[in-house]
């Protein structure tokens, strides 16, 4: 009677084991990963992106022109990988903060009104200049050509002077050469948005 006994309650267990595999059939892949699993970490990614758009990614304050993405000041929303590879080492860039935005939004502002204020007086410059008609240059001539040469620095000396303002520096340029006596256009550069053009008069000197 033992004989009969342990092989059925070993095929009993065998069969248990059977049923509870076959019951788990559907929830295993090859390899043996549980789709049950799979299923529930595709669901938490998905409520991840959807709780959290933004999420690996960094808000920076450029500290610099940082052609493409921006100007100093910008605030820009970049990968995080971006922001420690590129604009971190080369001094582009710090993680912002409150503090930091309010900085960088007043450092701004302060730069633009002096900006406006630059380009209001040079605007003012230009009208006064055009305003005073041509600017009077003497050299020696014979037969209507000049001797020596007139350059940019003789052209703003002579319109520093009657103007009563300093134009060390500014840029000029001529449409033509200077050889004879005559009027001439000359261009001024008194600001990257302020360039005008003057009448300079070579005469002849005395």
């Given at each position: 009677?033992?004989?009969?006994?342990?092989?059925?309650?070993?095929?009993?267990?065998?069969?248990?084991?059977?049923?509870?595999?076959?019951?788990?059939?559907?929830?295993?892949?090859?390899?043996?990963?549980?789709?049950?699993?799979?299923?529930?970490?595709?669901?938490?990614?998905?409520?991840?992106?959807?709780?959290?758009?933004?999420?690996?990614?960094?808000?920076?304050?450029?500290?610099?022109?940082?052609?493409?993405?921006?100007?100093?000041?910008?605030?820009?929303?970049?990968?995080?990988?971006?922001?420690?590879?590129?604009?971190?080492?080369?001094?582009?860039?710090?993680?912002?903060?409150?503090?930091?935005?309010?900085?960088?939004?007043?450092?701004?502002?302060?730069?633009?009104?002096?900006?406006?204020?630059?380009?209001?007086?040079?605007?003012?410059?230009?009208?006064?200049?055009?305003?005073?008609?041509?600017?009077?240059?003497?050299?020696?001539?014979?037969?209507?050509?000049?001797?020596g040469s007139v350059t940019p620095?003789?052209?703003?000396?002579?319109?520093?002077?009657?103007?009563?303002?300093?134009?060390?520096?500014?840029?000029?340029?001529?449409?033509?050469?200077?050889?004879?006596?005559?009027?001439?256009?000359?261009?001024?550069?008194?600001?990257?948005?302020?360039?005008?053009?003057?009448?300079?008069?070579?005469?002849?000197?005395?």
């Amino acid at each position: 009677e033992t004989s009969q006994v342990q092989p059925r309650a070993a095929m009993g267990v065998f069969g248990v084991a059977v049923c509870a595999l076959v019951g788990l059939g559907s929830s295993f892949q090859p390899g043996g990963a549980p789709r049950v699993e799979v299923a529930m970490q595709a669901k938490t990614r998905k409520e991840l992106r959807a709780r959290y758009p933004n999420a690996g990614k960094l808000s920076f304050v450029l500290t610099a022109d940082a052609p493409p993405w921006g100007k100093e000041g910008d605030v820009l929303r970049v990968a995080r990988g971006f922001a420690l590879n590129y604009l971190v080492p080369r001094s582009l860039g710090v993680p912002a903060s409150p503090e930091i935005i309010a900085e960088a939004e007043a450092k701004r502002a302060a730069a633009e009104a002096a900006r406006a204020a630059e380009l209001e007086a040079a605007t003012e410059l230009a009208s006064k200049l055009i305003a005073m008609g041509k600017f009077t240059i003497k050299r020696k001539a014979e037969e209507g050509r000049i001797f020596g040469s007139v350059t940019p620095t003789d052209v703003i000396g002579v319109v520093s002077a009657a103007a009563g303002v300093d134009l060390d520096g500014t840029p000029v340029a001529f449409e033509s050469d200077l050889n004879y006596l005559g009027d001439y256009t000359v261009k001024l550069t008194l600001d990257p948005e302020v360039k005008i053009d003057l009448i300079l008069s070579l005469v002849q000197a005395d």
